[in-house]
């Protein structure tokens, strides 16, 4: 039965989501963390507003692939530099009544009209190609949010956009966070935008309300039209024009030949769990070879953040690091040699060399060095046992600062990730190529069932934190919570280790005095603002209780349904 009425009254919806902003999230960098008995569902993401707007869902006889529709069209109202309808992912999800774990892939392929050679050298304007228009690739989200809607959605499709037209169309108020990308990057703006993200040509502050019509008029015509309205339609034909106008590759045609894509995951071993992640064209293969590599230590008994279990991670990281950048690639043309990677003869052979006590220096083979993304993460499962683990991203902050006129969308810079040297390299901006990206969204099996859903954004230490992650609920026993919250570290290359605040000064002096070069991260802010939950189920097969965490590092919270 189809529920007409599952939304709240906006000014109450509006007047709850700023309690949960001041009284749950508590500010930046806090978070509410819900372990109690929950039935209905839960959602962790990178802002209360996006979170409530999943529980309106889940509250109105929605699923969790409904809600995480909602999520994501809200996170591109209420954290517009980080994900939207300009933007491009990867989703792993479980459908309960299946048992199955799946892949979709809304990364998209690179414009067929792409010259890589405007991103290197001897282009006089190579760096800023790779940040403007030129760098602009095939928005997939939208594609990708209806296939999921379509595949196990319960609701209609208008239902899903409601929380997100709302926000964007009544206003919301900006948090220090937003405000300072917006500060941080309004001069860039187009003359359109900046009358939408300031006042008398100064950026919005925090305090100050962000409304935005025309973003509202775009996620309308979207529920209206469903993802056409995008991919050939007059959403398309206005991202078309502004790319054109602006000298980017990104046609119209590339907009109409995209598609979503369906995937199997890969998965490994780890202690008495299993490990999924999303595979090629995703780059978070890396993630599986670290955790394999680990597993040949007895991690445990190290001890968390030890001098000996950080040594063993940051060599084995690097190695990772390394296979990314030498086995990336589209799985139809230069698949990486998984069976081979993923093997535990290659783990077993390779901790015999990177987990002896001395630093190594890190040879790579001939790359770009890589940019920090601007993504987000969000977690959401329900009551019957669907899970959604979703990273989403514009690539850099508000993406190539592209808005076409009238829609208040952002399009990304998606090609600003690829790795340009060598020429024709597994990275490069091959035109017409999938675009491959470095998202990890994760779910750990255990028992036969999903036990946790996890992810993170971060640009490259994406596929690092979340195998730490992993480690501290499974080797360490952390909850969800602690897990997320512990202190991280991070290989940069080709020699720079970074460190949170947290972590024993005798054990940084030993990783500086063993030859690391050693930088400590001072907060707020760290490594990546993760979200995550975990699931206990009855003697029934059905989740009785939930607990979700949403970063400290981050302004998000985490919420669940309790009955």
């Known amino acids: 039965m189809r529920n007409k009425n599952i939304y709240f009254v906006l000014s109450a919806f509006l007047a709850a989501a700023a309690f949960m902003t ?3 999230a508590q500010g930046e960098g806090q978070s509410e963390v819900v372990p109690a008995k929950i039935t209905i569902g839960m959602v962790s993401s990178a802002h209360p507003i996006a979170t409530e707007a999943g529980l309106q869902i889940l509250t109105g006889e929605g699923n969790a692939f409904d809600a995480a529709v909602a999520v994501a069209s809200t996170l591109n109202v209420v954290e517009p530099m980080n994900s939207g309808i300009g933007g491009y992912g990867t989703i792993l999800v479980y459908d309960a009544k299946k048992e199955k774990i799946r892949f979709l892939d809304s990364s998209g392929k690179i414009p067929a009209a792409v010259d890589s050679d405007v991103f290197r050298k001897p282009n006089p304007d190579y760096k800023k190609n790779r940040y403007g228009p030129k760098a602009i690739s095939t928005p997939g989200n939208v594609n990708a949010w209806e296939a999921m809607s379509k595949s196990y959605g319960k609701l209609r499709w208008k239902e899903l956009f409601q929380p997100a037209i709302d926000a964007a169309e009544q206003g919301y108020t900006l948090d220090a966070r937003v405000a300072r990308s917006i500060r941080y990057s309004y001069e860039n703006f187009p003359e359109h935008a900046k009358g939408i993200y300031g006042i008398n040509g100064l950026a919005l502050g925090a305090g100050e309300k962000l409304i935005q019509k025309d973003l509202a008029a775009s996620l309308r015509l979207i529920a209206e ?9 007059k959403i398309g034909t206005a991202m078309d024009k502004a790319v054109q106008k602006a000298g980017g590759f990104l046609s119209l045609d590339d907009l109409v030949n995209d598609r ?3 995937w199997d995951p890969i998965h490994i071993p780890y202690r ?13 293969f890396p993630s599986l070879i670290r955790l394999g590599i680990m597993s040949r230590s007895d991690v445990g008994t190290l001890g968390h953040n030890s001098f000996a279990m950080l040594l063993r991670f940051i060599e084995t990281t690097k190695h990772a690091f390394w296979c990314r950048l030498s086995y990336a690639g589209d799985p139809e043309i230069n698949p990486p040699p ?7 003869d290659y783990w077993k052979e390779q901790a015999g060399s990177v987990l002896m006590d001395e630093v190594r220096p890190f040879l790579y083979p ?12 969000f977690v959401v499962a329900d009551a019957e046992g669907n899970i959604v683990s979703a990273t989403q991203t514009l690539g850099g902050g508000f993406g190539s600062r592209i808005m076409p006129e009238g829609t208040g969308i952002w399009l990304n810079n998606s090609l600003s990730f690829c790795t340009f040297e060598p020429k024709g390299g597994p990275m490069d901006a091959h035109p017409g190529r999938r675009k491959l990206s470095g998202d990890c969204p994760t779910i750990i099996v255990k028992n036969g069932k999903p036990w946790a859903a996890l ?3 971060g640009g490259h230490t994406i596929g690092q934190t979340v195998p730490q992650m992993v480690m501290n609920l499974i080797d360490f026993r952390m909850d969800i919570r602690e897990a997320i919250s512990a202190p991280r570290v991070s290989f940069a290359e080709p020699d720079r280790i970074f460190l949170e605040e947290g972590i024993s000064p005798e054990v940084i002096e030993k990783l500086r005095a063993v030859g690391h070069n050693i930088k400590v991260l001072a907060k707020p802010g760290g490594l990546g603002n ?13 989740p009785i209780k939930f607990h979700g965490a949403a970063d400290p590092r981050g302004a998000g919270l985490a919420k669940g349904l309790i009955k």
């Open 530 to 542: 993760a979200h995550g939950l975990t699931i206990v189920y009855g003697k029934d097969g059905k």
């Open 22 to 24: 001041s009284c749950d």
């Open 272 to 284: 008495d769990c299993e490990v999924y992640t999303t595979s090629p064209p995703s780059t978070a």
């Open 225 to 233: 039209e469903g993802a056409k309205a995008v991919y050939g339609g």
């Open 338 to 344: 998984l069976d081979k990677l993923l093997d535990e």
């Open 260 to 262: 979503a894509e369906w």
């Open 366 to 377: 001939g790359w770009d060095k890589e940019k920090e993304q601007h993504t987000t993460h």
């Open 455 to 457: 992810g993170t954004p």
